[in-house]
Nanobody, 121 residues
Framework: QVQIVESGGGLVQAGGSLRLSCAASGITFSVYVMGWYRQTPGKKRELVATITSDGSTKYADSVKGRFTISRDNAENIVYLQMNSLKPEDTAVYYC???????????????WGQGTQVTVSS
């Protein structure tokens, strides 16, 4: 059974920092692309950052230079270090695990339940 569990959200003042964690089980973690996405009410879920199995990272322009994604393949955990937080970073943050199967081309895609991040001005 696959489980994706986020933690670390909360309330923080603008300019502050938070670190989100995402623990994955039931998958071969090291081969998955891990990602953080966020969503606010009435808006589509948007990419925040992704990290491949070999550590290559990608960030949304809005978080570049402020957020850092990392992963620990030994512990099956992916982190999102968020610094210099802004009120517009307020959202529910979701962890995602994805991989494309070489044989069929189909994508295996798993989501956590989300963790709320609120940045006050």
């Amino acid at each position: 059974q696959v489980q994706i569990v986020e933690s670390g959200g909360g309330l923080v003042q603008a300019g502050g920092s938070l670190r989100l964690s995402c623990a994955a089980s039931g998958i071969t973690f090291s081969v998955y692309v891990m990602g953080w996405y966020r969503q606010t009410p009435g808006k589509k879920r948007e990419l925040v950052a992704t990290i491949t199995s070999d550590g290559s990272t990608k960030y949304a322009d809005s978080v570049k230079g402020r957020f850092t994604i990392s992963r620990d393949n030994a512990e099956n955990i992916v982190y999102l270090q968020m610094n210099s937080l802004k009120p517009e970073d307020t959202a529910v943050y979701y962890c995602n695990a994805a991989r494309r199967l070489r044989t069929t081309g189909s994508v295996l895609d798993y989501w956590g339940q989300g963790t709320q991040v609120t940045v006050s001005s």
